[in-house]
Nanobody, 114 residues
Framework: QVQLVESGGGLVQPGGSLRLSCVAS????????MGWYRQAPGKQRELVAR???????NYADSVKGRFTISRDNAKSTVYLQMNSLKPEDTAVYYC????????WGQGTLVTVSS
């Protein structure tokens, strides 16, 4: 089973940027499509972006053009570069395989506020 550790969250002003990282344990990271998900207070968890093992990407409409997902299979790490952040991006961000299954990590909190 893959274990996931997210990091990189924090408090940022609207219009700012953050880069999230997710390190996955296990030597078979490279065969999985990976996704970044988020859960805002009082809302269901949603898929933000996903990337195949070959590097093809797909984004939720709400983040398209602002967020970029990438991966480094040699480091078993997936990244989420978030630019032009908005208050509505405030959430706990998680990574998981896509489609999501198994246990979730602890997530990393992103707060966008002035």
């Amino acid at each position: 089973q893959v274990q996931l550790v997210e990091s990189g969250g924090g408090l940022v002003q609207p219009g700012g940027s953050l880069r999230l990282s997710c390190v996955a344990s296990g030597s078979i990271f490279g065969i999985y499509a990976m996704g970044w998900y988020r859960q805002a207070p009082g809302k269901q968890r949603e898929l933000v972006a996903r990337i195949t093992n070959g590097g093809s990407t797909n984004y939720a409409d709400s983040v398209k053009g602002r967020f970029t997902i990438s991966r480094d299979n040699a480091k078993s790490t997936v990244y989420l570069q978030m630019n032009s952040l908005k208050p509505e991006d405030t959430a706990v961000y998680y990574c998981n395989v896509f489609p999501a299954r198994g246990s979730w990590g602890q997530g990393t909190l992103v707060t966008v506020s002035s």
